[in-house]
C-alpha cells in the first residue's frame, strides 16, 4: 500500500459529461502529481501541485483541471468528455516539490475511466 | 515529444535468467532517473533509482546502469523470478524541472517457468 488514495476505481460516463477524481496524497506528502495512461501509452504527466499551487504542467488539455485543497487532497476535474479521454488516471505524491535529486513518486492504484 | 524511449513493449525471460531493460532519453538535462514496477489492477510502485553522478546502482536482484554519453540507462534482474512479471517504466526528471518525472512506454515482462 502507497498510502495514496484514489477514488473512484471505476468510472464509467458518457460523452460531453464532466467528471471528478479524488486523491488523497501520503501522509506528509506535499505534492500532487495527476498523470494519464492511455492504451499502450506510458504515463503521461499532466499536472503538479504543491501545497496548494500549481507548479508544473504538462499536457493537460484545457477541458481539464485541477486543484488542491487546504488538507493537501486534490480533484482532478474532466469536462465535455470525448472518447479519447478513456484512460487511467493516475495520482501520485512526494514530500517535497519535486526539484531535489533522490526524490520519489508514490502511485495511488488509479481511476480507470471509460467513456462510452 | 517522447523524451523518454522504451522500445521493447514487452520480454519474455526463463525464469533464473537475466532480464535486461532498456531505456533511451534525449534530453541532456536530465539527472536523476528512476524504474518502476506495475502490476495489473495496481499503481507503479518504486523500484530503484540512480543519480547522473553514479553510473551503477544496485539493490539486490536490481541493478541499473546509466551511460550518460549514449542517454541510455538499462535494468538488469538477476536471477528473474516469477513475481517479476509485470510492466516496468523508467522514469527521469531534472532538478529544475519542478517534478516533471517523464515516462517511458513501458516494458512488459513476462518470466516463464
Known amino acids: 500500500d502507497s498510502g495514496v488514495t484514489q477514488t473512484p476505481k471505476h468510472l464509467i460516463t458518457a460523452t460531453g459529461q464532466r467528471v471528478t477524481l479524488r486523491c488523497s496524497p501520503r501522509?506528509?506528502?506535499?505534492?500532487v502529481y495527476w498523470y494519464q495512461q492511455s492504451l499502450d501509452q506510458g504515463l503521461q504527466f499532466l499536472i503538479q501541485?504543491?501545497?496548494?499551487?500549481?507548479?508544473a504542467k504538462g499536457n493537460i488539455l484545457e477541458r481539464f483541471s485541477a486543484q488542491q485543497f487546504p488538507d493537501l487532497h486534490s480533484e482532478l476535474n474532466l469536462s465535455s468528455l470525448e472518447l479519447g479521454d478513456s484512460a487511467l488516471y493516475f495520482c501520485?505524491?512526494?514530500?517535497?516539490?519535486?526539484?531535489?535529486?533522490?526524490?520519489?513518486?508514490?502511485f495511488g492504484s488509479g481511476t480507470q475511466l471509460s467513456v462510452l | 515529444d517522447q523524451q523518454v524511449k522504451q522500445n521493447s513493449p514487452s520480454l519474455s525471460v526463463q525464469e533464473g535468467r537475466i532480464s535486461i531493460l532498456n531505456c533511451d532519453y534525449t534530453?541532456?538535462?536530465?539527472?536523476?532517473f528512476l524504474w518502476y514496477k506495475k502490476y495489473p489492477a495496481e499503481g507503479p510502485t518504486f523500484l530503484i533509482s540512480?543519480?547522473?553522478?553514479?553510473d551503477k546502482n544496485e539493490d539486490g536482484r536490481f541493478t541499473v546502469f546509466l551511460n550518460k554519453s549514449a542517454k541510455h540507462l538499462s535494468l538488469h534482474i538477476v536471477p528473474s523470478q516469477p513475481g517479476d512479471s509485470a510492466v516496468y517504466f523508467c522514469?527521469?526528471?531534472?532538478?529544475?524541472?519542478?517534478?516533471?518525472?517523464?515516462f517511458g512506454a513501458g516494458t512488459q515482462v513476462v518470466v516463464t517457468p
Open positions: 501520485a505524491s512526494s514530500v517535497g516539490q519535486g526539484t531535489k535529486t533522490n526524490e520519489k513518486l508514490f
Open positions: 501522509s506528509g506528502d506535499l505534492s
Open positions: 501541485y504543491y501545497n496548494g499551487e500549481e507548479r
Open positions: 534530453n541532456s538535462m536530465f539527472d536523476y
Open positions: 540512480i543519480s547522473s553522478i553514479k
Open positions: 522514469a527521469a526528471s531534472a532538478t529544475d524541472s519542478w517534478g516533471k518525472f517523464q
